[in-house]
């Protein structure tokens, strides 16, 4: 019943393989999919935040801040800058197709979004944390803040490798015209370049 010396040594590299493979799809399902984890995670970081930051995490704390705005007091608004950079960012991913996000919709799209609400919550740290207002920000309104930044700046890189992504397949396409004209059906939504 028992396993000889060679079947055990082969049983341990298969099993090593089949787990390399499965790290190796994760991994690639992770780049693959990263705007849309980075619009998850932009939609609910912040959030989670300000509730942290609330002193009673409740609805009515929550009405307060919206009824009682203030530029320089209320962090309301970083939150939803972030939920709504990532609807936008999201729906130009979600149309553009191949050629398209290799060029300027998708890329360009992010960086306006993400380079405004960059300024926005910049401005509104300066005033927020103590530079303009004389007071001290406590340390989840800071991690608001830096989490903000942070998944703006990530925004812009995913867009970026998403883009050089696209760009590079569709320099793999030009070079092989005959390889590709032969498996058209496989490369429906790029167009046959012709010389």
Not at 3 to 27: A, Q
């Amino acid at each position: 019943m028992g396993f000889s010396k060679e079947e055990k040594s082969r049983r341990i590299l298969r099993g090593f393989k089949t787990v390399f493979f499965l790290v190796t799809m994760v991994i690639s399902f992770l780049v693959f999919s990263a705007p849309v984890f980075l619009v998850i995670a932009d939609t609910i970081l912040p959030s989670a935040l300000l509730s942290a930051s609330l002193s009673p995490p409740s609805l009515q704390a929550l009405y307060s801040h919206f009824t009682n705005y203030d530029f320089r007091n209320s962090l309301i608004d970083i939150p939803l800058i972030s939920v709504i950079r990532s609807a936008i960012i999201i729906c130009v991913y979600s149309f553009c197709d191949g050629p398209k996000l290799s060029r300027g919709p998708y890329l360009g799209t992010t960086m306006i979004c993400c380079v405004s609400s960059l300024v926005f919550v910049s401005v509104k740290a300066s005033y927020a944390l103590g530079w303009s207002s004389g007071r001290e920000g406590s340390a989840m309104e800071t991690a608001l803040f830096i989490c903000s930044l942070a998944l703006a700046i990530a925004h812009i890189i995913v867009a970026y490798r998403t883009s050089c992504r696209e760009r590079r397949k569709l320099l793999v396409y030009k070079i092989d015209i005959e390889a590709i004209s032969a498996c058209k059906n496989w490369f429906p939504r790029y167009p046959k370049i012709v010389k």
